[in-house]
Structure formats: structure tokens, C-alpha cells
């Protein structure tokens, strides 16, 4: 089964969600609704990260009618509570659904027992309580009774204790496409089988309604092994039997308008797409034309390139599996349309053409040519961005923090070096040519061209010989003998305003092999500035061109990887429980540009209140058999580096109010040693921020 179906299998969010008891920061504003009914059909679906342009809250759309004189709730205000659900209207009248929901297509309201009060049940409004701690904190802090106490003191007594707990908390969660209805507690909710059959049977006594049973899911690492000690009597559903039939995932909500174009992602290279279109294609391309929007018939992976670009870019993008075939969207195709992706549902209509807006400011790209000798790694830092490039004063900031932060050893071949270059060989005035040539520009065919000529130009161009030499010198002193990466470190990419994700090319370089020589390595990163992809992506940002210049960064390879990944320093699924979103695959698998129906390993690491890390899984690698890729003891190890990397970088990006670092990683030969091979912030466009 291919990974996106499992993607979701725990996380905790707040009510909506099926993890209605979740140990999260409460907040104090309402929540809001869910969205509209789509234009065209839509199905509940695993979604991707949050877009910081949403808004996460509720907005009560009113009371739903009432249904039947078999209800509990007979019409009138909203109830808080209620102790027992006898039809769909006495469920939905307590149930929500928040844009931050980690599942979407579904229906939840949760549930608290006072086991102090002869296990009193009480099934708890989503608008008017956001948390079950408001709801013990402001309705059950009775005398004579275990106090409520504050929120971390209720966090860690009623989820992470057995015997000191004085509630059972969950949520009873319908999803609707598949009207499967379940009992859930919250990730990291350590209760034992026994309270697990004492709160379901509790519960299940108090629905009269619905008709199909209700079954127990467990969601997080810790609950894994539960369901097989359970009573006979307790039914258990799994995330691979409740998600079968997932079709839709929104990776960035958005709206866009243009004109519906359907190509499949074997014909991408030769298409002409602009930012006037919205691309509907079969499968999970690597790279993301200059569109408005992307529709893609195969589920994605949330943190690969094009789910990176597409949220920096401030783009809708969502995967429909069937989409390219898809009957409803047929009519559409050729058409002007407005798409809009929303966490609930999506909905595409005829649209009449509208004038292309610039989505994005002018970004501001350093550029230092002073330095001119090669610089070491733990020379730099975000500063020096102009003189070396994003990528390497990134990774040589992240070098100075210790052992916690382990960086390859390594040094920079400056920017100085490439705009030498190109102005000794005459490229330069070939390459300005090219920018100044709006006729050009225009064509995408002929862009095309021209750039292919001015890299091939690059490639056979002479190299200083005595900078070759010199680098020569650096390799012997940070690998030996060892193959080294040449990776590409421009000043326009990595930056808090434009990411530039996977715009350009990076070498390995083995002394050994005449074929992958120092100078072959050097020319073909620096011909890679002029790349299509990095030269529409730049034009989309208003990057002027000529400002552009690319340092290399040089450190030692790691071929044997055991394993590799991506992080970023915050929980993408709901901005109320701190976190780090994980993806690491066993391997080399890339998870940054995966192809196929791969697995990697994904998860969320906690950082909250005072009771240290919490792990929770959200889907296990394809390629390990269900065993973990990461130990215990690496995840750990991992999670003390990102969060020292979240503290550095939050000195030059932390005013943001989406701050968060982009980092990747791998843990490398026998000794699975972590390796830190990229920080860089995770920027969103399309937003005020």
C-alpha cells in the first residue's frame, strides 16, 4: 500500500480531529468552520502540512436541524454537553471539524469520564470547549475530588499515569467516507487495556445511535501492542483497513485561477506551462513548472521538492488519485478555472480570466565579491550568505554548535570564483544577453535552448589551474583519498524569503576518476545557475539574474548510508502542540525526490511541558519490514540537534510567526553516525507574514 495512506496514522490535534485529547498550549480565540461543499465531488483525505495563510480556527455555522423526537437535543443554543447521543443530530450538534485536522472527511467529539464520580460521562461541545483541560478545569474542579490542576500538571497526571488518573479522555471520531465510526485517545496516552475497555464500553453504552459499531484504533507507538490484550467484546479497526479508500490530499491549501492544462509528467520537459496555468498531471512529477497550481493523480510525499515549492511559491496543490482520468474534471480541462484546496475539501468551477498578479515581492540576494581563497566551513555563518552562498553559511552556522550538531568537515570555493570565472571566459555577457531577452523569455522552447547552449558553453570552458591546485590541497585535508560532494551554495536560494528547493545541481568529485575530475565537478555546479528550472523559478520571484553567483561547498561523500531524511522544526499538522515533523528512509531512497509507492518513516517528536520527548509514529518505512529505520536512542540523538538548530537560527528568522528550520540529515556507516547536511528556514509564499 503506497505510504500517503497512512501518513496520518496519529497525530493528536486539537477538537475536530480524531485526537480530540491531545496535550497542547490552549489558546483563547473561537474556533472556525469547516468550508464549503466543493463544486465537484470531494472525498475525505490524509492532507498535508498547514498553510500559514489559513486560519485554523472554527467559526460555528449554527446548529444543525433537528432529526427525529428520538433526540437528545430537541433544538434551541447549542448544548455543552451531552450524556448520550441518540441520533446523527445529537452527534453533530457536539461534533467539528478544525482546518488543522490531520484527518480531513471527518467528524469528532470528545469524550471525558470522571472516574472519581462512578465513571460520570461526559460528551463535550467542540465550540465551546477547545481542550478537555478547559472543560475539567471549568466544570469539574470540585472539592473532595483530585484538583484539576494547571495544564502541564493535567497533562502529565491524566494522559502519561496509570493510577494517579482521575479522567478517561478521547474522542469518538466518525469518518465519514468510509461511515466507520472509532474510539481514539490521544498519541502518548499510556492508559491500559483495561481503562481502554472500561472507557469504550462506557461510551459505546451511551450511543444509541449510531447503528455500526464502534471500534477501537490505536494511534500512536505507544498503543500499538494494546489491541491484542483487549477483551474479545472491543472491536479494533487499523489505519491500513480505515484509509483503503483515501483519493484526495490537499499538500498546500490555496486558491489559484488560470487555465486547466492536462499533461502527463512524462511530456513536463517539453510542455509549455506558465504561471497562467494550473497543471493537472498523472503522477508525482520531480520538478514544478512556473504554474499556478498543481494537481497531481498519484498522493505525494509532504516534504519532497515539490511540496517544498509549491508552499514557497504560495501555490495550491493537491493530489486526486484518478485525477488525470477523472470524469468531473474532463469538462475543465482547456478551460479557465478557479481551483481552491482547502484542509476540508476542494471545489473547481469555470472561472473568467483574470490579469496575472505578481504573488511575491522582489527578494533581496547578498552578494560579496571580497573573498577569493577558500574559506572553511566554521569560518561562516548566516552573515556571510553574500560571500559563500546560502547553503554553506546555513551548514557552517549549524557547524558551530557542538557535538550535539555533527557537520561534515569541509571548506567553500567562494562566489568571487564563478563571477571570475565567467567574466575571464567571456560567459558572462552570453548569460546577461539571455536575461535582457524578454522575446526570449517568452518562449519557453527557445529559453530552453539557449540555456542548454550556455551550460555546455560552461562545461567546456577552462578552470584557473591554480585554483584547481589549491582545491586539490582542501580535499587531501578534509577527506584524503575519500570522493568528495561538490554542492551547489548560491546566494539565491535558502533564504527567508525564497527557498529555491532542488533549483540546482550538486557532483560528487573522486580524485581517483579522471571522470569525475575537479574541474568537471566545479563547471558543472556552477553551469547549473543557469538551469531552466532555477532561471523560470527566479523569474517568478523578481530575483534579478545578474546577481546570482555560485559558491560550491565541499565536503566529504557518504556512501553507505544507513539512513536519510528530512525535518522540520515544527509540527506542520497543527501549530498547538509543539513538535518536529520527521521523514527518514532506510538507505539511500531519497525522501526528498521519492519515486514509486516508497514508505519512508514518519513521525512526530514532541518537545512539550516538563515531561521530556514523546515520539509519535505516523507511518513505518516499505523498506524495513515494520521495523523502525531509527532507534529510539537515534531519534533522540536527532531530536537534540534539531532543536539546537532551531534555537541558533531563531536569532536570524525566529521574528517570523511560521519560524522553522528545513533541515536535512543522514546517519551514516556502520556506526550510524548522524550527519547534518542542510538547514535552511521552511518559507511560505503567497501570505503576509
Given at each position: 500500500?503506497?505510504w ?35 463544486s ?8 498535508g ?14 446548529p ?46 470528545k ?25 475539567a ?26 493510577g ?45 445511535w ?26 479494533v ?33 517539453s ?6 496555468d ?47 482520468d ?53 569560518w561562516?555563518?548566516?552573515?556571510d ?28 570555493v ?18 546577461s544577453?539571455?536575461a535582457?531577452?524578454?522575446?526570449l ?10 540555456l542548454?547552449?550556455?551550460?555546455d558553453?560552461i ?21 584524503g ?14 533564504l527567508?524569503?525564497f ?55 565541499v ?8 539512513a536519510n531524511?528530512?525535518a ?33 518513516e ?41 532543536q ?43 501570505c503576509?507574514?
Open positions: 500500500m503506497a500517503q495512506l497512512v501518513l496520518m496514522a496519529g497525530c493528536a490535534t486539537v477538537q475536530g480531529s480524531p485526537m480530540g485529547a491531545s496535550a497542547e498550549h490552549p489558546r483563547g480565540r473561537p474556533e472556525s468552520a469547516a468550508g464549503r461543499a466543493p465537484v465531488p470531494s472525498s475525505p483525505y490524509l492532507r502540512p498547514t498553510s500559514e495563510c489559513e486560519d485554523e480556527t472554527l467559526v460555528d455555522p449554527g444543525p436541524e433537528v432529526a427525529g423526537p428520538d433526540c437528545v437535543w430537541r433544538g434551541g443554543r447549542r448544548p455543552d454537553t451531552l450524556t448520550e447521543i441518540r441520533c446523527p443530530s445529537d452527534f453533530e450538534v457536539l461534533a467539528a471539524a478544525l482546518p488543522s485536522s490531520v484527518f480531513a472527511g471527518t467528524r469528532a467529539v469524550f471525558l469520564i470522571d472516574m472519581q464520580d462512578g465513571d460520570a460521562l461526559y460528551l463535550i461541545s467542540s465550540y465551546a470547549w477547545e481542550l478537555h483541560f478547559t472543560f478545569r471549568d466544570r469539574l474542579d470540585a472539592s473532595g475530588r483530585t484538583r484539576v490542576g494547571t495544564h502541564a500538571e493535567f497533562n502529565r497526571r491524566e494522559y502519561e499515569t496509570v494517579e488518573r482521575r479522567f478517561l479522555l478521547g474522542s469518538v471520531v466518525h469518518y465519514r467516507d468510509q461511515d466507520v465510526w472509532t474510539l481514539e485517545l490521544a498519541a502518548g496516552d499510556v492508559a491500559t487495556p483495561e481503562q481502554i475497555a472500561r472507557a469504550y464500553r462506557r461510551v459505546r453504552g451511551a450511543l444509541a449510531p447503528n455500526a459499531p464502534v471500534r477501537y484504533r490505536a494511534v500512536s507507538s505507544e498503543q500499538y501492542d494494546r489491541p491484542a490484550s483487549l477483551p474479545r467484546d472491543i472491536p479497526v487499523d489505519t491500513e483497513e480505515l484509509f483503503a479508500g483515501v483519493r484526495y490530499q490537499p499538500v498546500r491549501p490555496g486558491t489559484a485561477v488560470g487555465r486547466l492544462v492536462r499533461v502527463g509528467t512524462d511530456d513536463l520537459s510542455a509549455e506551462l506558465g504561471p497562467r494550473i497543471l493537472l498531471t498523472d503522477r508525482v512529477p520531480l520538478d514544478l513548472p512556473p504554474v499556478a497550481g498543481i494537481i497531481t493523480g498519484a498522493l505525494q510525499t509532504p516534504l519532497a521538492h515539490i511540496a517544498v515549492l509549491a508552499h514557497s511559491r504560495g501555490i495550491p496543490d493537491m493530489a486526486l488519485v484518478g485525477g488525470f477523472d470524469r468531473t474534471l474532463a469538462p475543465m480541462v482547456g478551460r479557465w478555472v478557479k481551483l481552491r484546496v482547502t484542509h476540508q475539501d476542494w471545489s473547481i468551477e469555470q472561472s473568467a480570466p483574470e490579469a496575472l498578479r505578481p504573488r511575491h515581492a522582489s527578494i533581496q540576494i547578498p552578494l560579496d565579491l571580497g573573498p577569493m581563497d577558500l574559506v572553511p566551513l566554521t561562516v555563518d548566516v552573515d550568505i553574500g560571500s559563500v552562498g546560502a547553503k554553506a553559511a546555513h551548514l557552517g552556522t549549524a557547524a558551530a554548535l557542538g557535538p550535539d550538531v555533527p557537520v561534515p568537515p569541509g571548506f567553500v567562494p562566489v568571487s570564483r564563478y563571477v571570475q570565472f565567467m567574466q575571464s571566459t567571456g560567459l558572462a555577457a552570453r548569460a544577453s539571455i535582457a531577452d524578454s522575446a523569455k517568452s518562449d519557453r522552447a527557445r529559453l530552453a535552448a539557449a542548454e547552449e550556455l551550460r558553453a562545461r567546456e570552458a577552462p578552470v584557473d589551474p591554480a585554483l584547481v591546485a589549491s582545491i586539490r590541497t582542501g580535499i587531501g585535508r578534509v577527506a583519498r575519500h570522493p568528495v560532494r561538490f554542492r551547489s551554495s548560491t546566494n539565491a536560494e535558502d527567508a524569503g527557498s529555491g528547493a532542488g533549483l540546482y545541481t550538486s557532483k560528487t568529485v573522486d580524485l581517483g576518476d579522471p571522470n569525475k575530475s575537479i574541474e568537471r565537478g566545479l563547471r558543472a555546479v556552477w553551469a547549473s545557475v543557469h538551469n531552466l528550472r532555477a532561471f523560470e523559478e527566479r523569474e517568478i520571484f523578481g530575483i534579478p539574474h545578474e546577481r546570482v553567483a555560485m559558491a560550491v561547498l565536503h566529504r561523500s557518504f556512501p553507505d548510508e544507513a531524511g528530512v522540520i522544526t515544527r509540527n506542520l499538522f497543527t501549530r498547538f502542540r509543539p513538535g518536529f515533523t520527521v521523514n527518514v528512509q532506510a538507505g539511500e531512497t531519497s525522501v526528498t525526490n521519492p519515486e514509486g509507492d516508497g514508505t519512508p514518519q513521525f512526530l517528536y514532541y518537545t512539550y511541558y516538563n515531561e521530556g520527548p514523546r515520539v509519535e509514529y505516523l507511518a513505518r518505512s516499505s523498506l524495513t519490514g515494520g521495523a523502525t529505520v531509527l532507534s529510539p536512542s537515534e531519534m533522540a540523538r536527532l531530536g537534540r540537534a534539531l539546537a538548530i532551531h534555537d541558533r537560527f531563531a536569532l536570524w528568522y525566529g521574528t517570523r510567526p511560521d519560524y522553522a528550520m528545513d533541515v536535512e540529515f543522514k546517519f551514516d556507516g556502520p556506526d550510524r553516525q548522524l550527519q547534518i547536511k542542510q538547514a535552511r528556514p521552511y518559507v511560505s509564499g503567497g503576509s507574514l
